[in-house]
């Protein structure tokens, strides 16, 4: 066979083939795709039933009669039951390693297990489906009500945060990116008097954790967005790139615990959550999901415009992410242990690059949400 032949071959394989591919179902790929909000219940990544309909395409052909759920896709029919590890595929069954559970009225399907099970199963609403599926159980508020946003400049005062080789101080660095930040979205946001932007310090002064947590509370904010300069452990000159965080859990306290004594890696809290009251309910969860969320946008958009690396977005239970009750996330921005970093920082252009990332990830974010 010439060459010419085999590759006409090729290609009418793979387009015999494509439709296959794309057909089988990935519940994790799709919950990531659409942005289907995740709860965290006991380490266990859930989804709700709706979702699962959605993602099935079998919203008008499903039934529930007590606590059993029947869902008709295809030739096929599911069948599983609240509290329980059984899942009937026809007539086979399946076990689950944690059972269908209910919250408040709302049945959620353990995301992993069912994953496993329904990897095999085709989708064939797949191409039709709608471009992008928004929970109307969101953080969000109705457009007549402000939505407010606090960005969180760390450190300050006596609190340097990370120091650069040449002397570059982190609180410097995060402030001047905040101040640019806000200056950029009040640009964008033009005449928008729907959204107001607050920040927890305009200047060089030392605001402890949970006086900054405290503010979001007091104002309550709808997204708290904090900005920090990284350093390694160890000052490694080759440490390098960019991360987002939020946190996996919110707790909410009636009295906030002290800051933990200054590290050199931020403020992650460590120990004990035993006299802290775990939220499993589904709007701190929500919150969670909503951070996740913003925090894919900012970091998507700061690796558009910077050449370091892309660490990704990571769970971390800094405590201005841990005990703020809104969408909150924590940015670092760059390494400030890297010499070069450190010079590029000191660029007023860089900043003002960083700082117009970081506002558009979060207007991404408020288009995603119909805040504006
Ligand atoms: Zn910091």
Not at 315 to 331: E, S, W
């Amino acid at each position: 066979m010439n060459i010419k032949k085999k590759i006409r071959l090729i290609v009418s394989l793979t387009i015999i083939f494509i439709p296959f591919f794309c057909f089988a179902l990935n519940i994790r790929e799709e919950i990531k795709e659409r942005k289907i909000p995740t709860y965290l219940i006991e380490n266990n990544s859930y989804i709700s039933l709706k979702s699962l309909l959605k993602i099935l395409g079998a919203e008008d052909s499903w039934g529930r009669v007590e606590d059993r759920v029947f869902i008709k896709h295809q030739d096929m029919e599911i069948k599983f039951k609240v509290n329980s590890t059984q899942v009937f595929i026809d007539k086979k069954v399946e076990y689950l390693a944690v059972p269908v559970k209910e919250v408040e009225g709302e049945i959620l399907i353990p995301v992993d297990d069912f994953s496993n099970i329904l990897s095999g199963v085709s989708v064939a609403s797949r191409i039709s489906k709608e471009p992008s599926f928004k929970e109307e159980k969101i953080v969000a508020k109705s457009k007549n009500k402000s939505f407010i946003i606090l960005i969180d400049p760390g450190h300050g005062g006596s609190d340097n945060g990370a120091t650069g080789y040449y002397g570059l101080k982190e609180k410097d660095v995060n402030l001047d990116i905040a101040k640019r930040m806000k200056e950029y979205l009040k640009k964008e946001l033009k005449g928008n008097t729907g959204v107001k932007i607050y920040m927890t310090r305009e200047e060089d002064v030392y605001i402890s954790l949970p006086e900054r947590v405290q503010m979001a509370k007091d104002i309550n904010a709808d997204v708290f967005f904090s900005i920090h300069t990284n350093s390694s452990l160890t000052m490694r000159p080759d440490a390098d790139g960019f991360e987002t965080y939020y946190s996996g859990i919110k707790e909410e306290l009636v009295f906030l615990p002290s800051s933990p004594p200054g590290e050199v890696l931020d403020e992650e809290v460590k120990g004990d959550t035993s006299l802290s009251r775990i939220l499993e309910d589904l709007n701190t969860t929500s919150a969670v999901d909503e951070s996740r969320i913003l925090a894919d946008f900012v970091q998507e958009r700061l690796a558009e415009r910077l050449l370091t690396p892309d660490r990704g977005t990571k769970r971390r239970g800094f405590y201005v992410l841990r005990y703020t009750p809104m969408p909150a996330i924590l940015t670092e921005i760059g390494f400030l242990c890297n010499p070069n970093v450190e010079l590029n920082l000191r660029d007023a252009e860089v900043r003002q690059a960083i700082a117009e990332s970081l506002a558009k990830g979060l207007l991404d974010y408020l288009k995603f949400r119909d805040v504006i």
